[in-house]
T-cell receptor, first 111, second 115 residues
Framework: KQEVTQIPAALSVPEGENLVLNCSFTDSAIYNLQWFRQDPGKGLTSLLLIQSSQREQTSGRLNASLDKSSGRSTLYIAASQPGDSATYLCAVLCRDDKIIFGKGTRLHILP | DGGITQSPKYLFRKEGQNVTLSCEQNLNHDAMYWYRQDPGQGLRLIYYSQIVNDFQKGDIAEGYSVSREKKESFPLTVTSAQKNPTAFYLC??????????????FGDGTRLSIL
C-alpha cells in the first residue's frame, strides 16, 4: 500500500531564506508526483507536476525534484516571501489510478 | 473560466440525516475524486470515478455513496452510517491515467458540521 510522508510537519523561516520541503513515498510505481499549495479553509492549487520519467520541474521561485528509485521528492523555494506561507502537500498518482497525499508541511515565513 | 465548483461552502447535518455535497466540473475531465481532510490527517480518498457510470471505493468509503451519471458531475452523499462526518470535503478532477501529465484540479471545498 502506497504511503506518502512529508517532513517536516511545520516550518518557520525568516523572509528571504531559501528552503526545502521533503516528500517520500513507499512504492516507486507511480505515474507522477504533484506538489500543491493550500491556504487555510481553501482548496488546493497545483504548483508543479513531475512525470515519472522526469527529474525536476521549475516554475518561478519553485523547483521540484523527483528521485523515483529512492522514493523521494523535494520542493525548493527560493527567496521566500510572507505570501508563501501556506500548507504544502505532495501527492502521487499510482498505477491503480488512485492519488495518495502526504499530510502536508505547514510553512510560515516570518516578515 | 474552466474549473470545479463545490456547493455548498458550509453544510450542517442533523443526527440520522443524509446530506449530499455537489461537485461540478467544466474541464471535460474523465476522472473525478472525493477526499476528506481532517486536521493532522492530510487528504484521504473516499471515492473516485474514472469514467461515467463507474466508480471505485477509496480508503475510507464506509458511510458514503456517490454517483456518476454525467461526466461533469460527481455528487457525494454522506449517509447516517458515517458516524464522524465533520470534516472538510474536497472534490477534484483530472484527465486520469490516460494523460498523467495533466495536473489534478481541486474545488474550494465544503465544510460539513454536525448540529
Amino acid at each position: 500500500k502506497q504511503e506518502v510522508t512529508q517532513i517536516p510537519a511545520a516550518l518557520s523561516v525568516p523572509e528571504g531564506e531559501n528552503l526545502v520541503l521533503n516528500c517520500s513515498f513507499t512504492d516507486s510505481a507511480i505515474y507522477n508526483l504533484q506538489w500543491f499549495r493550500q491556504d487555510p479553509g481553501k482548496g488546493l492549487t497545483s504548483l508543479l507536476l513531475i512525470q515519472s520519467s522526469q527529474r525536476e520541474q521549475t516554475s518561478g521561485r519553485l523547483n521540484a525534484s523527483l528521485d523515483k528509485s529512492s522514493g523521494r521528492s523535494t520542493l525548493y523555494i527560493a527567496a521566500s516571501q510572507p505570501g508563501d506561507s501556506a500548507t504544502y502537500l505532495c501527492a502521487v498518482l499510482c498505477r491503480d489510478d488512485k492519488i495518495i497525499f502526504g499530510k502536508g508541511t505547514r510553512l510560515h515565513i516570518l516578515p | 473560466d474552466g474549473g470545479i465548483t463545490q456547493s455548498p461552502k458550509y453544510l450542517f447535518r442533523k443526527e440520522g440525516q443524509n446530506v449530499t455535497l455537489s461537485c461540478e466540473q467544466n474541464l471535460n475531465h474523465d476522472a473525478m475524486y472525493w477526499y476528506r481532510q481532517d486536521p493532522g490527517q492530510g487528504l484521504r480518498l473516499i471515492y473516485y470515478s474514472q469514467i461515467v457510470n463507474d466508480f471505485q471505493k477509496g480508503d475510507i468509503a464506509e458511510g458514503y455513496s456517490v454517483s456518476r451519471e454525467k461526466k461533469e458531475s460527481f455528487p457525494l452523499t454522506v449517509t447516517s452510517a458515517q458516524k464522524n462526518p465533520t470534516a472538510f470535503y474536497l472534490c477534484a478532477s483530472s484527465n486520469g491515467v490516460p494523460d498523467p501529465n495533466q495536473p489534478q484540479h481541486f474545488g474550494d471545498g465544503t465544510r460539513l458540521s454536525i448540529l
